[in-house]
């Protein structure tokens, strides 16, 4: 990058008042902190140095500050084994589900609930909420479900995804969710792993202004998944009564229960989330009720910054692990709201929710904020967003232009905190403090408890170098293991293989000596042109903010004489064509604001971007296409949003090989 381009990309936009800081929930951890410890501990950097000091004192302080309830205490912090064995605090045995719903008042809102086109919100308050867990967890055990056995969901982002996913949770048993949005085959290749006990399922769902029926999806999944004992019936988009051999949603929960947890194993298998799945099976990582328990507690509390009777609203479908990390929100006692549907029907309307409900904290996908200001809309000129304090980014980096949109479209007053970690870890590697200032197109900083590096190609750190990103010591987070993986064969080989002991991440990262980070993409998808290596997302960063672009693609691939050819996908934004002019547009963007190396080889036009169905950009599968590899080995295309832009690039592939 040019140094014009490192100036703009760390410059200083928001810098936290005292009195914030003074009044944050984090700041007050750091009052108990120091009382315990007897030491001060001045500010987010000095918790951090100490975190990953005594990696073990800073988990119990955690679990002492916020006073985890367990059934059974623990013999100790955790063992001596080192990643991907280690356990945290065996023989403890607790109950996440517990630890969700002890906090919030009967009569205050829990759930809030909105549904897309401007339909009023429904509330369901902490008793409401308590008392649906309690009757579903009931039909469960009466149904036969046990600590271990899988119950499964095909449903959106409603309050029957939240209750059914708690009462799962308290009777022990393993919960995983799709979107409904998903297909049949990528369902089953995900649900079909776990041999489930119980499917949950929705009659359709809502998505820019249309009702999208899930009625013959659903029978499909019947009859394919393995033998169900159980089949539940979600009315939702459609006034239909239960299918023949299915049990209806409100029979789940009619019944009146005493609310029961099972005390479980702190490893026990909670939640399954799947990668992305490009090819083969997707790998179905499973998390421990205590490890979850304990990164809900630190993400939603020290960093979200939420307290009782505030409220957390996270655009999100189920199938992507921004559903699990809200759930975090509820161990603080403060509401989630739930939105079903497009985020941007009608343009900005996720904004338009957040000032509507209320929301202190929103959470969303990058990719969500850079389209809704293509939409040409500013939030704060429509809606009251004074409440909103904080923004969470996560999903991919968020480019710098998006940093400026936020600050001048949704309010200068509204803290941006871009964050990266997601399904692996069910929450954060790195992201925003009460302290740390925000630069544009960085992330604040490392979180506490989370010992990560750069790392160089000889495994040492590195400073304002770009390097793998790795984590050196045990996260309670991370998974307990990938499904059926006894042997912790897959779990070694995605994770440790590189350096044994080691967790690599698979991103190019950039520790700044200011103490913020950027993250460059992914490592297995990195191009390196000329000896250099160049990340794929400081292309998207630089060049989707260009009004003529709605997406981009960058791919290189190692040609069979030494060469390297760095190829430029471009989907035009709606009435722009890729003609000469906007080629030479972005060959000086590209020369201007990163450096001529990222000049590409070619500029190609594209009918549009495959993603996974958890919205990541193909680039490792269209790689491979790109050096012959066949599709059916290259992607599996029931796991991709857009099987016949996969197609198209499979052609083009062939074509180019063909000369």
Known sequence: MTEKAVETAGELLWTPPPERIAGSTLRAYLDWLEQREGRPFPDHDALWAWSVEDIDRFWTSIVDYYQVEFATPAERVRTPDPMPRTRWFPGARLNWAQNALRRGADD????????????????????????????AAGWLRRAGVRPGDRVAAYLPNTEHTVIAC???????????????????????????????????AVDGYHWNGKLVDRGPVVAQLREKLPPLRHVVHVPYAFDRPAPDGTTPWAELVAQDAELEFEPVEFSHPLWVLFTSGTTGLPKGLVHGHGGITLEGLKWAGLYAGLREGERMFTYTGTGWALWNMQMGALTQGASIVLYEGSPNHPPGAVFEVAARVGADVAFMGA?????????????????????????????????????RWVAEHVGPHVKIDSTSGGTDISGAFVGANEYSPVRVGRIGGKLAGVDCAAWDEDGKPVVDAVGDLVVTQPMPSMPVQLWNDPDAVRYTESYFDTWPGVWRHGDW????????????GRSDSTLNRQGVRLGTGDFYDVLESLPEISETLVIGVEQPDGGYWLGLFVVPAP?????????????????????????PDEILEAPAVPHTLTGKRL??????LMRGTPLEKAANPSSVDDPGALRWYADFAARRRSG
């Open 108 to 135: 205050a809102p829990a759930l809030v609930c909105v549904q897309e086109g401007g339909q009023p919100a429904r509330e369901i308050t902490w008793g409401e909420l308590r008392r649906a867990v309690a009757a």
């Open 166 to 200: 708690l009462a799962a949770a308290a009777v022990g048993a393993v919960w995983a969710c799709c979107s409904p949005d998903f297909g049949v085959e990528g369902t089953i290749g995900r649900l079909a792993q776990l041999e489930p006990a119980v499917l949950i």
């Open 367 to 403: 990719a969500v904020i850079t389209t809704t200001a293509a939409t040409g809309v500013s939030p704060r000129e429509q809606h009251d967003l004074s409440r909103l304090r904080h923004l969470m980014v996560s999903g991919s980096a968020l480019p710098p232009a998006g940093y």
């Open 509 to 520: 990262v950039t520790m700044h000596s200011d103490g913020s980070i950027t993250i460059h």
């Open 575 to 599: 009435g722009h064509t890729l003609d000469d002019a906007l080629k030479q547009k972005i060959v000086t963007t590209l020369r201007t604001q990163l450096s001529p190396r990222h000049v």
């Open 619 to 624: 680039e490792v599968p269209i790689k491979k």
